[in-house]
């Protein structure tokens, strides 16, 4: 619990989530018609980040969808950073000891099933997602839903990859 208000204390981490919870609430539903920047920056983001135009054409509010996910897809990188940092404060144990495996089975199972979940499944939001929405958090016909809700999707890859190279890291240590 203690990591977890210590991830969103931060003021770079609660400052994006409403950076982004403003544009999802307040943008006008012609924000990309209104500024020639903007759609450059939208286009130039779904060009790296498919979801972003996946989720413009699911959205009952395209346009503010595009620039939603493009910003939160640009500011990822400091959810990685911020989450990096302070989660390799707090992984070991009061003992000092981190694994209980012997080193030549951790090692692959780490590669293996960490791989799998922390690259594979952020991999797919961020890169190969043609823009599902999930009824229990419907972000393409609700602006107040993807304010609140659309940080998981866009956020949290972000965090899963820097957990990964954290306990790889660890997974490599001797101990």
Known sequence: MKQIIGV????????TFLMGA?????APLDVLDQSAALRSFTELMGQIFPPVVGYKKSSKFPQVSALYFSLMFLLGPIW????????????????GKI???????????????GGALFIG????QLFLNPGYDFHVMSISSSRP???IWGPLLTTVPWMMFAEFFLVAKLAFEKS
Do not use: C, D, E, M
Not at 99 to 113: D, E, G, K, M, Q
Not at 121 to 124: D, G, K, R
């Open 145 to 147: 839903s993807l304010g």
């Open 99 to 113: 694994w209980s495996l012997p080193r030549p089975l951790r090692v692959p199972l780490v590669i293996l099933l």
């Open 22 to 26: 403003l544009v999802a609430w307040f």
């Open 8 to 15: 969103f204390g931060n003021p770079w981490i609660w400052g």
């Open 121 to 124: 499944l952020p991999a797919f």
């Open 80 to 95: 990685f950073w911020k989450h990096l940092s302070i989660s390799r404060h707090t992984v070991r144990q009061p003992s």
